[in-house]
């Protein structure tokens, strides 16, 4: 018996993608330099990213960033005031219109007035290669609303309708734009599960979300805009090492001399909490804070140094790329 997700993952889709002269695939999106204008604001400026066969991809920054025109003009709902932007080495509605890509916005009312079986009905049926609506709605979890008019729907469960139109055909390209808003903790998980079978089939996600432990659960890439710019593109691990920050803690007994203005002195420190006996530092330089622990004649017991996690590397390279505008 085939199921549901099954179904949906079809078959391995890893090259599925533009492939070039050798045949060897080559990337599924490109933006080369591009940029977009609102009268005076620059919603994105210079971007220039590709997105390769089977990668999963998060879209990070602040509000107002420019994750979501990014994602417009992807998929070619706006289009660069500069720059090129490419799907599948051709333009983005050709990809559309071939049904290379699934999409799930952030806004965008569902027609009003039709139950959410019709609705999915119509996406499988529109789409070049749909799947069955039953499977569609049972991958996406939704079968027991199937009958309910979409318009009564509470903002998560809505959230599920749009993956399910997302998902309703053999896309190679899965496009989405803060997925899991409104969307409950079980819901959340449920929902990154099916996106993981998916991305485990090969093909390449692409999704913006402010939940920055999702992005570092799922992603394999990373990309952060702060002001229209991308200002990182690595893995979670990368761009958390770029950030520099190290948290240490370690306990120091009574009489070992450690003090306050003694322990914030340190070289490397941006943040200090000394709870009873338990140090807490964050530190741009392990080494060197660490060094001079033992140099101040310290003797720290149970001592961990841990990297931190990409939320605080976030605010670290947002704040720097603010830092580096203002000057
Ligand atoms: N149609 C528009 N007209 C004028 N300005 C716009 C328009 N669309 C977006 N902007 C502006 O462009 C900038 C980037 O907006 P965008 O929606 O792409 O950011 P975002 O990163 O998706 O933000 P959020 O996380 O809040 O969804 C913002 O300053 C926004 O106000």
Request: charged share 20%.
């Amino acid at each position: 018996m085939t199921t549901s997700t099954e179904a949906i993952r079809g078959t391995d889709r890893k090259g599925s993608a533009t492939r070039g002269a050798n045949d060897r695939p080559t990337e599924v999106a490109a933006f080369r330099n591009v940029s977009k204008a609102f009268g005076s604001v620059k919603a994105v400026n210079g971007s220039s990213f590709t997105l390769h066969p089977g990668e999963t991809v998060a879209f990070l920054g602040p509000n107002g960033a420019g994750k979501s025109t990014s994602i417009d003009m992807l998929l070619g709902l706006k289009d660069p005031s500069a720059g090129e932007v490419s799907l599948f080495g051709g333009s983005p509605r050709q990809a559309i219109m071939d049904g290379r890509v699934g999409v799930m916005l952030q806004s965008g009312g569902l027609l009003p007035e039709v139950t959410v079986r019709e609705l999915v009905t119509f996406a499988c049926k529109v789409h070049p290669r749909g799947y069955a609506v039953d499977d569609v709605l049972t991958t996406a979890q939704i079968l027991d609303l199937a009958d309910r008019k979409v318009d009564k729907l509470s903002g998560g469960q809505e959230q599920r309708v749009r993956f399910a139109l997302a998902t309703a055909g053999d896309s190679d390209l899965i496009v989405l734009d803060e997925p899991t808003t409104g969307m409950d903790v079980t819901a959340r998980q449920a929902f990154w599960s099916v996106m993981k079978a998916q991305a485990d089939a090969g093909r390449t996600i692409l999704f913006a979300t402010h939940y920055l432990e999702e992005a570092d659960a799922i992603a394999d890439r990373v990309l952060v805009m702060h002001k229209g710019r991308l200002i990182a593109d690595g893995t979670a691990a990368e761009i958390k090492a770029r950030a520099g920050q190290r948290r240490i803690s370690f306990d120091l007994h009574p009489g070992d001399g450690g003090d306050a203005s003694l322990l914030s002195a340190l070289p490397g420190i941006t943040a200090l909490d000394v709870s009873g006996s338990t140090v807490r530092i964050s530190t741009s330089d392990a080494d060197a804070t660490m060094a001079a622990v033992y140099r101040a004649g310290l003797y720290p017991r149970g001592l961990e140094v841990t990297g931190v996690g990409l939320e605080q590397a976030f605010i670290t390279i947002t704040a720097e790329a603010a830092g580096t505008e203002a000057n």
